[in-house]
Structure formats: C-alpha cells, structure tokens
C-alpha cells in the first residue's frame, strides 16, 4: 500500500528504535546512569479513574480499608514518575480504595526519613478517613499482584524479597523499605522516631519499637514479595549516619516522647497533582 514518504521513514526508524532496544537490551527501568523517557505524561493518560490528587478507589464496591500510601521524598522526580506510572494500575488492579502522599523535605539539612513518615500520617488522617498506612520508598515495586498492599493483624513488613538481595532477607529484623501499619498500631508505637538524620537505622528502630509495645511483624510468603529496586546512588544529603546505630537500642525508652507525640514540622506548600498530592515540609535540621 501507498503509506507516503513521511510515513514510510516513521516506520522505518519505528523498527529501528525497536531493533536497538531489543539488540541492546535497552530497559525503560530507570537506573542511575540513564534514563530514557519520563513515564508521567503516560501514567496520566492511562489512569483517568484517579481523582486530581491522586486518590482513587473501586467503582463497584465499598473497600474495607482505606489505605494512604506515603512517600518520603526528595530530589527523585525521576524514581517518583516510574512509581506512579507502575502502582496506579497496580493498586487499582488491587481494588484499593488509597491516596499518595509524597511527603518532600524541604532544604538541604540532612535527610530525615522517618520524620517525614509521620509528617505524612499527620497529614493524611487530616484529608480521609483513613485506616491503613503504607509507609514506601519511591524505588520499589513489587512484582507481583498477589502481594496486596493492605494493612494486616500484625504490623507488616513488605520489603523482604528485593532483587538487590537476590531475592533474600539480608537479616533477620529488617524492616526498612515498605511497612504497612494499621492506624491503630501506627499510634501505639507513637509512629517513627523524628530523631534519625541522615542514612541508616531508622527502619531499625521501628523494629523494635513493634517489639516494644508487645506487637510483632508479619511479612507475606518471598515468592509474591519479590519486588524491584531502581537502582541509585547514595542521595547528597542522606549520608551514612553512624551515631543512627547507637540510638536503635534505645527505642523502648524513647519511644512515648519522641514520634507522632512530638512531632514538630511547618508545611512549605500543598500541592494537588494529577496523580498525587504533594506535601512540602520543613522538618527542620539535626541538633
Ligand atoms: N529519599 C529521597 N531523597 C533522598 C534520600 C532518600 O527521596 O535524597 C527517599 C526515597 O523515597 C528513597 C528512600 O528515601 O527510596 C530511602 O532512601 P534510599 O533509597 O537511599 O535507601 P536505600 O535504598 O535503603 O539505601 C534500602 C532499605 C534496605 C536497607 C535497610 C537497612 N536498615
């Protein structure tokens, strides 16, 4: 057929694109070295279900849990528009009646992610009636629609089959990456520590705080855990902290007056994007 010049070199340099992709072994997963479209424009257009916002919930039924999902943030626009442009169908698949919270850190002090945590939960019983927190990094998707991101029983961890550990649980307490907590545990361990500054700890911390008031964790089967990590450098700012290690042993004491007790933050802005709600905080810098 007669497909005119202007189409035929489309064409052409269509299959070409394709032939170097699959030649090459060329992923659209982002990695620390290149990253070759930005999804978000397509994440939008393929989810219209999620309100401005980004919150959505199932057409046909009444969810029994209403799920925030909570993203601690800062200078990962990338890893954030892979995130949406994979979870929206994902929890949506899932039936989730859930909103995301991008909770960003304003300034350059050290980073400080479990603040933000709870910046994020404070935030969010404010907007919904919410009574499930899913707490995530921004660079982990799980890999299989059987791992339901849900609230159970117990506190839950959901980061233990990642491919960077080949699929295995690095030790034996580990409890960083994504934990879904329901409301009511969230409050009995008065949420995160906010006194963890830079890398490393305060995932740890949470562990034994979950030990602490008498509850334990659960974590789903590794086989639909497994999940992906984009790959990334250590982030300018969230350097190691060593004196983090000192501090997780401690948690027992500390634990009713430092967290969601304590918590002190003055918010930068609120905005509505259109596939999640971004908080921008000043949670302040370590002493
Ligand atoms: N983050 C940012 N910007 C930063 C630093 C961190 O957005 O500058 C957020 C982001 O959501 C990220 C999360 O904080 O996914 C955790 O930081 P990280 O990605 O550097 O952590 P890492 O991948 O930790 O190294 C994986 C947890 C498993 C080890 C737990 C040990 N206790």
Known sequence: CNIGPIKKVSLRTAILVIFIFIKFNISLIPSDSYCIIDPIEEAIFQNPDVSFGG?????????????????????RETHLHYWLFYMHPFLQKQQGDYG?????????????????????????????DYNCFIFSDVDIIPLDLQNLYRCSKKPKHMAHSLDKFNFRLPYKNL?????????EHY?????????????????DELFQRVKAAGLSIERASSNISRARVFKHKRDRGNERNLQNVHMIYKAKSRMNDDGLSSLKYT??????????????????SPP
């Open 187 to 203: 409050l009995k361990v008065n949420g995160f520590s906010n006194t963890f500054w830079g890398w490393g700890g305060e995932d």
């Open 267 to 284: 918010v930068i802005s609120f905005t509505k994007h259109r596939l999640y709600k971004k908080i921008t905080v000043d949670i302040g």
């Open 175 to 183: 409890f960083g990456g994504i934990v879904a907590f329901t409301k």
């Open 55 to 75: 919150h959505s919930k199932p057409k046909n039924c009444t969810a029994l849990q209403r799920i925030a999902i909570i993203i601690p943030f800062r200078n």
């Open 100 to 128: 995301i919270y991008v909770i960003e850190q304003h300034g350059e002090s050290k980073f400080n992610r479990a603040k933000l945590m709870n910046v994020g939960y404070a935030e969010a019983v404010k907007d919904y």
